[in-house]
């Protein structure tokens, strides 16, 4: 707990407000760390009920009445429209549907031909509503979806930081993300859902993943990123007003000077980028992508094992949670963790090998930007040698 950045503390987002195990974790923890807060299953109970409730919390909850009196028209369109046109049909083609009676009925009058067209234009009206409402409808579904997921979202966003904020050291503020989990293994296809679909945005996992990388980026990365968008950048522009301000003999010249190392610097580090990125492809990606092969039979090895000396009813227990779970002789375990643990350990000694690379590289960059700055420094003397006072000023 000591070397920790950061607590975060992981709910249904239906029991998230109410949990005690939450405010537990706040009160204990809440003064002392970083309290992240995640909100999982963003996609359960969405429907009616839901609406009138976030209602009631003096949540909008926008046009979802007129959504969903819209979705309930199309449903029953798409129902009854084939009814309808059944019914037309048989009539067209003189079937009878019901049972006849054992007593003998008079024969129908056969239709005329104004009859007959217009069933059919009936027919083909009610053909072209159909296909206008199974359109509509998917679309329809997915706007209220959409619409209660935000607003569920937006509510227990505000309620945490307001009800939560007394657990927190003064002037901090509880983050809050609130995930999809389903919907966003359904987009890597890795579940299947019928109905509508959250989109990765909404899902709430980027958002959280950029909230994550923004967190643990290298201090080092960081500096050097100030230093050549702002320092160096702000340098070079000093530079180029000096020149433009004083009137001396060869003020040209100064200028070009100034400015071609200027253009030349966002070159130097767009080579370390893709230097950088070369490096990585290299020393990370590729032994994983080499090593493929040994680190799936790995994997294969663990299943085996578990196959093996594991009770049947253990292992299905396990597979309906993912393989995260426990029992009362197995304790809690993942075996994604545990179907990783060679890929971890290749990545991790290629990962030192990417760090030594970084250095190097870092290291070029820096003898780069300051060659472009003597660079400058030469130019202006060799320039400027009849105002030499001017230079020292």
């Not at 206008?132 to 309620?159: H, K």
């Not at 990585?280 to 196959?307: C, F, R, S």
Request: proline share 3%; aromatic share 6%; glycine share 4%.
């Amino acid at each position: 707990m000591r070397s920790c950045d950061a607590i975060w503390v992981v709910a249904k987002i239906d029991r998230a407000i109410t949990e005690t195990s939450v405010d537990s974790l706040l009160m204990r923890f809440g003064k002392s760390y970083k309290m992240v807060m995640i909100c999982t299953g963003t996609d359960d109970n969405i429907d009616a009920g839901l609406a009138l409730h976030l209602e009631n919390e003096g949540q909008s909850v926008g046009n979802h009445d007129e959504l969903l009196i819209r979705e309930r028209e199309l449903r029953k369109l798409v129902k009854r429209l084939p009814k309808k046109m059944e019914t037309r049909q048989a009539k067209l083609e003189g079937r009878n549907k019901t049972k006849e009676k054992k007593k003998k009925k008079k024969k129908a009058k056969p239709l005329t031909d104004n009859a007959k067209a217009k069933l059919r234009a009936q027919i083909t009206q009610f053909e072209a509503d159909l296909k206008v409402a199974e359109a509509a409808l998917p679309m329809t579904a997915q706007e209220r979806f959409e619409l209660l997921v935000d607003a569920r979202n937006a509510n227990t966003i505000r309620r945490l930081k307001e009800e939560k904020s007394d657990h927190l050291s003064p002037g901090k503020e509880l983050d809050v993300f609130c995930v999809s989990n389903l919907h966003y293994a359904a987009l890597k296809g890795a579940r299947v859902i019928n109905g509508p679909r959250l989109s990765a945005e909404m899902t709430g996992v980027p958002a959280l993943r950029s909230y994550v990388l923004d967190c643990t980026a290298p201090d080092l990365l960081q500096a050097m990123d100030d230093y050549i968008n702002h320092k160096f950048t702000i340098f070079m522009k000093g530079l180029a007003m000096w020149a433009k301000s004083y009137s001396v003999e060869g003020s040209e010249q100064l200028l070009d000077a100034i400015k071609k190392p200027q253009g030349e610097a966002q070159n130097v580090v767009d080579g370390f980028v893709d230097r950088l990125m070369a490096a990585a492809e290299e020393l990370v990606i590729k032994p994983i992508e080499v090593g493929q092969a040994e680190l799936v039979a790995a994997a294969g090895d663990i299943v085996e094992k578990k196959l093996r000396g594991w009770y049947w009813s253990t292992i299905r227990a396990f597979i309906r949670r993912d393989g995260n779970h426990r029992t009362s002789v197995v304790p809690q375990q993942s075996w994604n963790e545990q179907f990783l643990e060679a890929a971890n350990k290749l990545t991790r000694e290629s990962w030192e090998n990417f760090l030594e690379r970084e250095k190097e590289l870092a290291k070029e960059l820096k003898e780069g930007l300051l060659m472009l700055v003597r660079k400058v420094s030469t130019t202006i003397n060799s320039t400027c040698s009849t105002c030499t006072a001017s230079l020292q000023c």
